[in-house]
């Protein structure tokens, strides 16, 4: 059983920055799989923002490239998703996934509000 958090969400004014964090219950190095995905409107499905893999293969969706950046600490056990020049459809509920072994495992959600 993997438990993660994530924390860091906030209101933030377009153009500005936040970091998310994803701190696991467990080795993240032993996670096949990580990432962080984001669901913009009750109703809607969660869409990939950012992952890596444990070769260190990491995937971006297009609307955040050149933006965010997704990164790990494997001491702290946590992984981080930094958010610059952040537009207001970046607004969403941001969650943390985990995979080890052939089980997924999702944090509770943390909301980031882009707005003036």
């Known amino acids: 059983q993997v438990q993660l958090v994530e924390s860091g969400g906030g209101l933030v004014q377009p153009g500005g920055s936040l970091r998310l964090s994803c701190a696991a219950s467990?080795?993240?190095?032993?996670?096949?799989?990580m990432g962080w995905y984001r669901r913009q409107a009750p109703g809607k499905q969660r869409e990939l923002v950012a992952t890596f893999t444990i070769t260190g293969n990491t995937n971006y969706a297009d609307s955040v490239k050149g933006r965010f950046t997704i990164s790990r600490d494997n001491a702290k056990n946590t992984v981080y998703l930094q958010m610059n020049s952040l537009k207001p459809e970046d607004t969403a509920v941001y969650y943390c996934?985990?995979?080890?072994?052939?089980?997924?495992?999702w944090g509770q959600g943390t909301q980031v509000t882009v707005s003036s």
């Open positions: 467990g080795s993240i190095s032993s996670m096949s799989y």
């Open positions: 996934k985990a995979t080890l072994s052939i089980l997924n495992y």
